[in-house]
C-alpha cells in the first residue's frame, strides 16, 4: 500500500514531481560539476608544481633578493660592437645569464646543513639562472642624428633607436629570454629531474658534470622539448648562454601530463651553471623531501632555524604561489562555484520544501482522513516523507545523468589551463615590463623594443610579444575534471538529504494534523 | 456499548470559547440504531468525534466497550478507531488518487492485514455494497452514491463493533439518499450498532431511537425507556 499510495500520489502532481526533480537534478548536477571541476584544477595544480618542483618535493629553500638585484639585461652596445654590415649598419648579439630577477643564490653549504637535518629523505639543489640575448641591428650611427649616440645606454633600456625620418636605415632589436636550470644529474630522487623524460638525445649525465682533463664540465645542454619547437632548436644544434655556446644533446618532456612543459626551458648540469653565471659554489634552490607528510612542517621549521636567510616554502605555500589562468580557474571554482552550488541547493531544496509543505496543506482532509482510519501517526507522516525522498531520489538520477554528461562536456573541450609559479620565476613573468604600445617607451630592464621604421608602438609587439611567448615558461594542462566515487557519492547524497529535509518539514506538518480534520471543510 | 457521563467539549475560537457540547449523559447499547437531529453548529458532529475516539472531551469521559477514550493514549485511540470503529462522513473522504478497492484497502493498513487477505477482504467489502465490479475505478470515475458505498465498504470491511455516519446522505440526492439509508438500516439489521446524523427527519423517523442535539444538549425524541 505504501508503495501503490506514494506512485498515484507523485503520479497525480506529476507537475510538482517534475519541478521539484528538476530543481534537485539541477543543484546536483552542478554540485557534481564544481567538485569534478575543482578536483581536476587541484589535480592541474599538482602537475604544475611537480613538473616544476618534481615528484616529492616537500620543501622548498629559495632565498629572495632586493629587486633590481643582480638585474639581467643591461646591454652595452657599444660604437664598435658588432659586425660592420654593408651599409654601415652594425648586427649584435649579447647574451646575458644570471639568476632570476626577485631571487638571490646562497652558498651550498645550505645543502649538506639541509641534508643533516632530521627527518629528511633526500634533497638536492639547482641553480636556475635566466639567459637574455639581445640582439639587433642599428644603423651606421654616424649617419644619426646629434643625440642619438646607440651608446651608452642604461640598463634594460630597450629603448629602440630612432630610424631615418622616412624609416630606412631603422633598426631592430629582439631580446630572447629562456630559463636555464643547473642540475645535478646524479640525484633525482627528489627535484625538477623527477618529472622530465628524455624526448630525443641523451640526457645529461654524471660524467658531463667534469668532462674536461681540467674537470671542466661538457658545454652541454638539454632543452625542454615544448621550448626547442618554439625556438626552431633540435639535437645538435648550439645555443648561446652568457659566453659558451652550448650543445642541445637532447630534449626532454614533462612526465606529468601529455603537452606539459618541463619546469625550465633548458638544463645544463650544476657546475656548467655556476661558471656560465660566475656563481661558483651557489645555489638558488634546495629541493627537499621529508620522510612522512607529518614532518614536513617540523623539517621546515629547523630549516628555517638552520637557514636564517632563506626563504623556505612547503606544498601547501607553492600550491597558493601558482599563478596564471590556473589560479583564475581555482578561484572561480572555489568562490563562484561554490556559492552558486549553494544558492542553486537552497533553492532546490527550498522549492522541494515548500512544494512539500503547501501539498500537505491541500491534503489536510485525505491526510486526516487516514488519521481517523486508525493509521499510526508515523505511518502517515513517513508517506508524506517517503513522497519528498522519492522526488529527491528521482531528482538525483537526472541530475546524476546530467552533471556526468555536463563532466564529460567539459573534459571534450580540452581546456587548458596555465600555471605559472611564484618565487620559482619561471620565465615570462618579465612580460609585465612591457606589453603592446609600451615597447618603444622601455620597460623595465629587460624589456625589449622595436624601433625604427615601423611605428613604434605596434611593431613592438611582434618581436617583443615572440620573446616573451618563448620566455614564457608557464607549465600548461589540459583541464580533466575526474568522476570519482565521492561525486557520485555526494550526488545521491545530496538527493537524499534534500528529500529528507523537505520530508522531514513535510512530515511535521503531518504530523500535527488531528484525526478530526477528516470531518472539516467538507467541499 | 458507549457510556457517556456528563460530557463537554469546549473549543476557543477567536478568543471565545464555544460550548459544542455540554454536560451531555448519555447511554448507547450494542445493536441499536441511533439518529442524531438537531439544527447546524448544535454539536452533532462534535459527539461523533468523540464517539469516534478522534478527539478528546474537555471535561467528562466517553467509555467504549470499557476503554476509556478521555485518558487513553494517542496510540491506543488510534488503535480503537483502526479495530472498532467504522467512520462515514459527509463528504466521502475517499483519497482520490487510489481507487475504490485501494480506499477500501487503506482501513486494513493499520491493523497490518498481509496484502493478499487485505485485497481479498476488500473485495468482499465492496460486493456487500454492490460495488463488486468497481473496484478499479477511481473516486472521480464514480457517482456520489457509488463513492459513499466505498466509504461505507472502507467503514466496514474491519468489521468494526460500531458504525459511526455524520450525514451520510448530506451530499446525495434523494434517490440515492434512501439507498444509502437502506444499506444503513440493513447493517443494523445484521447486528451492527449504528449512530447516524442527520437534519433530515425522514432519515431520521427510520431509526428505532432519536436523539436531538441543540446548543450542546441531548434531548430523547424517543420514549426515553431504553437506558
Ligand atoms: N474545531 C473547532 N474549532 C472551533 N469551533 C468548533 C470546532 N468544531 C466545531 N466548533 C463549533 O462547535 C459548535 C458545534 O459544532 P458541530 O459539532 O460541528 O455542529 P453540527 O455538526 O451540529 O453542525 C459550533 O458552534 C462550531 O462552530
Ligand atoms: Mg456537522
Redesign the pocket.
Known amino acids: 500500500m505504501f508503495f501503490t499510495y506514494l506512485r498515484r500520489e507523485l503520479r497525480h502532481r506529476r507537475r510538482q514531481t517534475a519541478v521539484v526533480a528538476i530543481g534537485m537534478a539541477v543543484a546536483v548536477a552542478l554540485v557534481m560539476v564544481v567538485n569534478s571541476v575543482s578536483t581536476g584544477v587541484s589535480d592541474a595544480q599538482d602537475d604544475v608544481l611537480d613538473s616544476v618542483y618534481g615528484i616529492g618535493t616537500d620543501i622548498t629553500v629559495t632565498q629572495t633578493g632586493a629587486p633590481g638585484d643582480r638585474a639581467p639585461g643591461r646591454f652595452e652596445v657599444g660604437a664598435e660592437d658588432g659586425e660592420v654590415g654593408e651599409d654601415g649598419s652594425r648586427a649584435f648579439a649579447q647574451n646575458n645569464v644570471a639568476v632570476e630577477r626577485g631571487t638571490a643564490s646562497f652558498d651550498d653549504d645550505a645543502l649538506t646543513t639541509v641534508a643533516q637535518i632530521d627527518d629528511v629523505a633526500a634533497t638536492t639543489g639547482t641553480l636556475t639562472l635566466s639567459s637574455t640575448t639581445f640582439s639587433g641591428e642599428v644603423p651606421d650611427t654616424a649617419a644619426l642624428p646629434e643625440g642619438a649616440d646607440a651608446g651608452e645606454r642604461g640598463p634594460g633600456q630597450g629603448q629602440g633607436a630612432a630610424g631615418g625620418p622616412d624609416g630606412a636605415g631603422g633598426s631592430a632589436f629582439s631580446l630572447d629570454t629562456f630559463s636555464v636550470t643547473g642540475v645535478d644529474p646524479g640525484s633525482d630522487a627528489v627535484g625538477p629531474l623527477t618529472t622530465v623524460s628524455l624526448v630525443d638525445g641523451r640526457a645529461l649525465g654524471t660524467d658531463d658534470s667534469a668532462a674536461g682533463d681540467d674537470g671542466t664540465p661538457a658545454t652541454v645542454t638539454v632543452l625542454d622539448a615544448t621550448y626547442a619547437a618554439s625556438a626552431d632548436l633540435a639535437v645538435g644544434d648550439t645555443v648561446t648562454v652568457g659566453d659558451e655556446d652550448l650543445e642541445v644533446i637532447g630534449t626532454v618532456g614533462s612526465t606529468t601530463g601529455d603537452g606539459v612543459a618541463t619546469g625550465s626551458d633548458a638544463y645544463v648540469t650544476l657546475p656548467l651553471a655556476q661558471s656560465l653565471a660566475d656563481l661558483d659554489g651557489q645555489l638558488t634552490d634546495v629541493y627537499v623531501q621529508a620522510d612522512s607528510a607529518t614532518a614536513i612542517d617540523a623539517v621546515a621549521e629547523d630549516i628555517s632555524a638552520a637557514l636564517p636567510e632563506v626563504t623556505v616554502s612547503t606544498q601547501s605555500d607553492l600550491a597558493s604561489s601558482v599563478t596564471g589562468s590556473l589560479a583564475s580557474a581555482s578561484d572561480l571554482v572555489s568562490t563562484l562555484g561554490l556559492w552558486l552550488s549553494v544558492v542553486v541547493l537552497v533553492a532546490a531544496v527550498g522549492i522541494a520544501i515548500l512544494l512539500t509543505v503547501s501539498g500537505v496543506t491541500r491534503r489536510t482532509r485525505e491526510l486526516g482522513t487516514l488519521k481517523a482510519l486508525g493509521w499510526p501517526g508515523r505511518r502517515v507522516v513517513g508517506q508524506v516523507a517517503g513522497e519528498s525522498l522519492v522526488q529527491g531520489l528521482l531528482g538525483g538520477a537526472v541530475g546524476l545523468v546530467l552533471g556526468l554528461v555536463a563532466i564529460a562536456v567539459v573534459n571534450a573541450l580540452g581546456i587548458t589551463l596555465s600555471g605559472t609559479t611564484g618565487g620559482f620565476a619561471i620565465g615570462g613573468q618579465e612580460r609585465t615590463g612591457g606589453g603592446p604600445g609600451t615597447g618603444a617607451a622601455g620597460g623595465g630592464p629587460g624589456a625589449g623594443a622595436a624601433g625604427g621604421g615601423s611605428g613604434a608602438g605596434e611593431a613592438a609587439s611582434g618581436p617583443f610579444g615572440n620573446a616573451v611567448d618563448q620566455a614564457a615558461g608557464a607549465v600548461d594542462v589540459v583541464l580533466h575534471a575526474p568522476v570519482s566515487p565521492t561525486v557520485v557519492a555526494i550526488a545521491i547524497g545530496i538527493a537524499v538529504l534534500g528529500g529528507l529535509l523537505a520530508g522531514i518539514v513535510g512530515g511535521a506538518r503531518a504530523a500535527r494534523l488531528r484525526p478530526?480534520e477528516a470531518l472539516r471543510s467538507v467541499a | 456499548m458507549y457510556e457517556i457521563t456528563d460530557l463537554t467539549k469546549t473549543?476557543a475560537?477567536q478568543g471565545r470559547t464555544?460550548r459544542?457540547l455540554d454536560g451531555v449523559s448519555l447511554r448507547i447499547g450494542a445493536g441499536e440504531l441511533v439518529s442524531v437531529q438537531?439544527p447546524?453548529?448544535?454539536?452533532?458532529?462534535?459527539l461523533l468525534q468523540m464517539l469516534g475516539a478522534m478527539d478528546r472531551p474537555s471535561s467528562g469521559t466517553v467509555v467504549l466497550d470499557g476503554t476509556d477514550l478521555t485518558t487513553a493514549s494517542d496510540r491506543v485511540l488510534a488503535e480503537v478507531r483502526a479495530r472498532t470503529i467504522g467512520f462515514v462522513f459527509q463528504g466521502f473522504n475517499l483519497i482520490p488518487t487510489l481507487t475504490a478497492q485501494e480506499n477500501v484497502e487503506t482501513a486494513l493498513v493499520p491493523a497490518r492485514v498481509p496484502g493478499a487477505e487485505r485485497a481479498e477482504r476488500a473485495r468482499a467489502a465492496l460486493a456487500s455494497v454492490g460495488l463488486g465490479d468497481r473496484g478499479h475505478h477511481l473516486p472521480v470515475e464514480l457517482s456520489g452514491g457509488q463513492q459513499q458505498r466505498v466509504a461505507i465498504a472502507r467503514a466496514l470491511v474491519k468489521n468494526p463493533a460500531v458504525l459511526l455516519a455524520d450525514e451520510p446522505t448530506g451530499n446525495l440526492d434523494e434517490e440515492t439518499r434512501d439507498e444509502i439509508v437502506e444499506l444503513l438500516e440493513g447493517l443494523w439489521h445484521d447486528g451492527l450498532t449504528v449512530v447516524m446524523v442527520t437534519h433530515d427527519s425522514a432519515v431520521a423517523r427510520r431509526a428505532e431511537r432519536r436523539l436531538r442535539?441543540a446548543g450542546g444538549t441531548v434531548s430523547e425524541l424517543t420514549p426515553a425507556a431504553r437506558t
Request: charged residues 5%; glycine residues 28%.
Open positions: 478530526a | 473549543y475560537a464555544v459544542a438537531g447546524t453548529g448544535g454539536g452533532k458532529s462534535t442535539i
